[in-house]
């Protein structure tokens, strides 16, 4: 990515705290704003070790707060495989709106 994509789509939106959707919601601006992402084999990427785990259990209140930030832009729901693996734990639900919440614990 050249310094002038990076500047036109303006970084990460600090409208995302914590973690989740941050990078979906970048690519998003991206191809909104007419440039594109693509795969290179052999490319270098660097990115800060951290333990993670999948879906991210402990990061749950992230997902759906982020996620509610990205849908409310976008008009869709992102980390939907995650939310589903939440609520078959019973630890978030469906909204009247099709959205998803937090569940009381």
């Keep these: 990515m ?5 500047r036109t789509v303006g970084g990460f939106d600090e409208a995302y705290v914590g973690y989740g959707g941050e990078d ?16 290179l084999g052999g490319a270098v990427a660097h990115h800060q070790w951290h333990e993670s785990h999948s879906p991210p259990w402990d990061k749950v209140a992230d997902v759906v707060r982020n996620g509610r930030v ?6 869709w729901w992102p980390m939907e495989g995650w939310l589903e693996q939440f609520a078959s734990a019973g630890l978030v639900r469906r909204d009247d ?9």
């Design 70 to 75: 990205f849908a409310e832009r976008w008009g």
């Design 97 to 105: 709106a099709g959205g998803w919440v937090l569940v009381a614990g």
């Design 24 to 39: 979906t919601d970048f690519a998003q601006r991206l191809g909104a704003a007419g440039g594109r992402l693509l795969w």
């Design 2 to 6: 050249t310094p002038a994509a990076w």
